[in-house]
């Protein structure tokens, strides 16, 4: 009987599969991180917002539509294009903001044929209530944070969104 040979282990193959599973590990965290805070962003950015009647979702809308840029409105599709969410998604939230008055749909001044959704006053006045609780929220959430770290993190999360835009 002849002695049971091994084939001989080459110590990269070895080293690029653990490498490759930590790789994989870290990712899955990673990404049940994300889901994770985007999870608790809902809740806890819901309660900040509670006194106000405004969801997260309204949130976002008009914190898109406070800035300078968008002062004098902006297309549906531009809009959805800029929060990223679908037409259909952001046509209820826009129904739901006009019926209490917090935005308003204003023919285009460059296409007369398109319209524009902007701030109405009480929606600017709204914003305005809002910037305190919003800032501090953000200022609890990133508690640890250096400036610098922020904006790195800014890069890292942009990198990620624009690879993920790619998929």
Known sequence: MGAVRTLPVHPMTDASAAKNLATIEISNRLFFRFFQAANTLHT????????????????????????????DGMGINELSRFLLVSRQNLSGLLTRLERDGLIERVTSEEDRRSRKVRLSPKGEDLWIKLAEPIHAFYDQALKGFSFDDRLQFIHYVSLLQRNMAKL
Do not use: I, N
């Open 44 to 71: 806890k950015g819901t309660q900040a917002l509670d006194e106000f009647g405004v969801t997260t979702q309204q949130w976002s809308v008009l914190g898109a539509l406070s800035r300078p840029k968008a002062k």
